[in-house]
């Protein structure tokens, strides 16, 4: 079941610019959790982009620079402000979140669709 909601995806020329958003589509409470965004590319498994929790943030090397993950608590929700985006950006986007102390995430989206093409 799905407790998280992404939007924002869409078709970008290179060197543009998207912002992703992730809100609870339930009742359940994320603003305590780690919060992330992973994306899989076609033939790709799918890998970690940013995460946040307690203001710490972080990012995988292939985003840095490019990437900004922040959230909001009062709105239960997390974003992904994506610039400069390459071709290589083109994935299935999906917002994530864990409870503090667990290995496994407790909430996924269902994804978003990223594409960077001239």
């Known amino acids: 079941q799905a407790h998280l909601v992404e939007s924002g995806g869409g078709l970008v020329q290179p060197g543009g610019s998207l912002r992703l958003s992730c809100a609870a589509a339930?009742?359940?409470?994320?603003?305590?959790?780690?919060m992330a965004w992973y994306r899989q590319a076609p033939g790709h498994g799918r890998d970690l982009v940013a995460g946040?929790?307690?203001?710490?943030?972080h990012y995988a090397d292939s985003v840095k620079g490019r990437f900004t993950i922040s959230r909001d608590n009062a709105k239960n929700a997390v974003y992904l402000q994506m610039n400069s985006l390459k071709p290589e950006d083109t994935a299935v986007y999906y917002c994530?979140?864990?409870?503090?102390?667990?290995?496994?995430?407790?909430?996924w989206g269902q994804g978003t669709q990223v594409t960077v093409s001239s």
């Open positions: 994530a979140a864990r409870q503090r102390g667990w290995t496994e995430y407790r909430s």
């Open positions: 339930s009742g359940i409470k994320f603003s305590r959790d780690f």
């Open positions: 946040i929790i307690d203001g710490i943030t």
